[in-house]
């Protein structure tokens, strides 16, 4: 991709891989960088047993009863992998990804969330693990087979590589920790700081601009819209263009997330299946699965909303008119369809009104992309909603299964997003002193003590250091002052919880009065630690009720590296 870009000015050849693991399909790509020499990015286009040659590989495993990885990705869809695995009683993961999703995700009206039950003995954390595992099987394969040289690079390169992971909108600092703990487990890194993320949505949109297929739209000044519409998520954001040529994105609205992919469609439809065959020859699990499988190939991604019926194959060649089927197929007729899509696009429409609304109605175009926005019905509808409101959309189309690993890598190589915006409030909990005339602190009388310099004191009241909504500069330092009190006895080793808090307005208290959760709204990310002995040492005592002591004024600092927050003092 892109012949034009400027020779790497590094000292030293380096790996970069980018890895976007989907909720239903997965992809990688490789980039060598070789001081002097345009960095040129390659797709895994061949992964074990595919039918064709595709980027996308099923984010499938299958498990034996002891736990052990016996299959990944398109070899699981061999009929004598499935024979295999009846056999032998194989489990088969699918949709884990989800199970790494944050529990404030806003809830999507008609969606309930079922995901497939994990295998007995497999943690998501070990299944991110195990799929980590192979791709990097994958990536050493393709890099050691498309070089002259492959083995030797391979092995000289890949223990300081950085690897790209790719994350849905919603996705957080402790769910990032979670997938770079997985890259170290699964040997793809030796080290947590190789692991870099990027949202899949700022990928595709550096891709899609990268692409070429836009460029009417790249205005300086102008505001773009993008929306991934994942298997699993939908993901949209707002982007001002500061800059054409280098791309440079400001966001404009804080990047949302919503549970309402693809694998949605299937659970709607797999809901019904089930009460339409109850009670049936076909009320079996072997196939509702085969139904569903039929579903897929088929029924959900020709559907275009005016079809007046699908079918789905149930296998045989038996009827049943009552119920509709015909020659081992059954009819789902065109409004039970639509109810299938329904929640996934009114979360859709809903999602970029919100976003345009919040960047001041000032957006007029809107690209669209990832698996779900291929449906027919789905781009009509949306379509039709974009017009009504004299909103372009695009679906740029093309290899867009590209778009997120090759995104990701341009990512890494350019920074091209240059600034975001705040998802949450972030800040930490402090004391304040107590005082019986502001009755907010008076009620939690209980919970008064005195501090080692011996003034009295309430704990857990908020303290902002980054406000919601706040444009945050890539690599700026956000940073607050805090104070606490220490004696000569005291141990020197501070901790600091760190919070982001959902809504507007955060109130004054994390906590309830005597209550030991935190208020609704609150996230907490992390605890961070710091040893205070040299400020401590460089402090003068204080003297206050006889207690002699230092008052120790110290740093908390975060730093935005990618759409990670890394704190640090
Ligand atoms: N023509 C189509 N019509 C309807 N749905 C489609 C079509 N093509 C693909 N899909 C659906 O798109 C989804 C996969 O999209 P994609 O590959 O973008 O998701 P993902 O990357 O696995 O998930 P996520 O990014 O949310 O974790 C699947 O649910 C698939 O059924
Ligand atoms: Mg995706």
């Known amino acids: ?73 398109a070899e699981t869809d061999s009929p004598d992998t499935k024979a295999e695995a009846d056999e032998e009683g194989w489990i088969k993961a699918e949709w884990w990804k989800l199970y790494l999703r944050p529990d404030y995700l806003p809830k999507i009206d008609g969606i309930e969330i079922e995901i497939p039950e994990l295998p007995p003995s497999r943690t998501v954390d070990d299944i991110f693990a195990d799929f980590l595992e192979y791709v990097k099987g994958q990536l050493q394969v393709h890099v050691t087979s498309s070089h002259g040289n492959g083995e030797s690079l391979w092995n000289s390169l890949y223990r300081n590589m950085d690897v790209v992971l790719t994350t849905p909108n919603g996705w957080e600092g402790r769910h990032q920790h979670r997938m770079r703990e997985a890259a170290i487990a699964a040997g793809l890194v030796i080290r947590g700081t190789q692991v870099k993320f990027v949202t899949e949505a700022e990928a595709a949109v550096i891709y899609t601009a990268e692409s070429g297929k836009i460029n009417d739209w790249l205005v300086e000044d102008e505001h773009l819209i993008v929306c991934d519409c994942g298997g699993g998520t939908v993901d949209i954001t707002g982007y001002r263009i500061q800059n054409v040529s280098p791309l440079r994105l400001e966001e404009m609205s804080y990047p949302r ?22 009670g049936s020859d076909w009320d079996d699990e072997t196939t509702i699965e085969h139904a569903m499988q039929s579903f897929e190939r088929n029924a959900k991604r020709s559907f275009d909303g005016k079809n007046t019926f699908m079918t789905v194959e149930l296998g045989g060649s038996k009827g049943d008119i009552k119920r509709g089927i015909v020659r081992g197929r059954l009819k789902i007729q065109k409004a039970d369809m639509i109810s299938f899509f329904e929640p996934s696009i009114q979360a859709i429409i809903e999602g970029l009104q919100e976003t345009l609304h919040e960047g001041g109605d000032v957006a007029n ?64 909990n402090v004391a304040v002193p107590f005082d019986r005339n502001d009755p907010e602190v008076a009620c939690r009388e209980s919970e008064k003590y005195q501090d080692v310099l011996g003034e009295w004191k309430i704990d857990g009241a908020w303290s902002e250091i980054v406000e919601k909504n706040e444009k945050i500069k890539t690599g700026k330092e ?76 110290y740093l908390q600092a975060r730093t935005l590296k990618g759409v990670e927050s890394v704190p640090h003092y």
């Open 478 to 553: 956000y940073s607050a002052w805090f104070h606490r009190p220490f004696t000569d006895a005291d141990e020197l080793t501070v901790s600091m919880d760190l919070y982001a808090y959902r809504w507007s307005r955060p109130p004054r208290f994390i906590k309830d009065p005597g209550c030991n959760m935190e208020k609704d709204g609150f996230l907490h990310l992390c605890t961070v630690e710091a040893d205070l002995t040299s400020c401590y040492t460089a402090a003068p005592y204080s003297t206050a009720r006889n207690k002699k002591g230092q008052r120790i004024k």
């Open 365 to 428: 175009k809107i690209i669209i992309g990832g698996g779900l926005s291929n449906s027919p019905h789905v781009f009509s509808q949306l379509q039709k909603w974009a017009s009504d409101l004299g909103l372009k959309l695009s679906r740029p189309g093309g290899p867009i299964e590209k778009a997120v690993t090759s995104g990701a890598l341009s990512w890494y190589l350019d920074a091209s997003v240059s600034s975001r915006v705040a998802k949450f409030h972030y800040g930490t």
């Open 257 to 278: 997330c919503y549970l309402a992919g693809g694998v949605f469609v299937n659970q709607a439809a797999k809901i019904y299946l089930m009460e339409r065959l109850s």
């Open 1 to 73: 991709m892109r012949s034009n870009r400027r020779p790497y000015q590094g000292p030293r050849t380096q790996l970069v891989v980018s890895i976007d693991i989907g909720t239903t399909f997965s992809a990688a790509s490789v980039c060598i960088l070789q001081p002097g020499t345009p960095p040129v990015f390659e797709e895994i286009l061949r992964w074990p047993k595919q039918a064709n040659p595709d980027a996308k590989v099923p984010s499938l495993v299958y498990y034996d009863s002891s736990g052990k990885p016996r299959c990944f990705g």
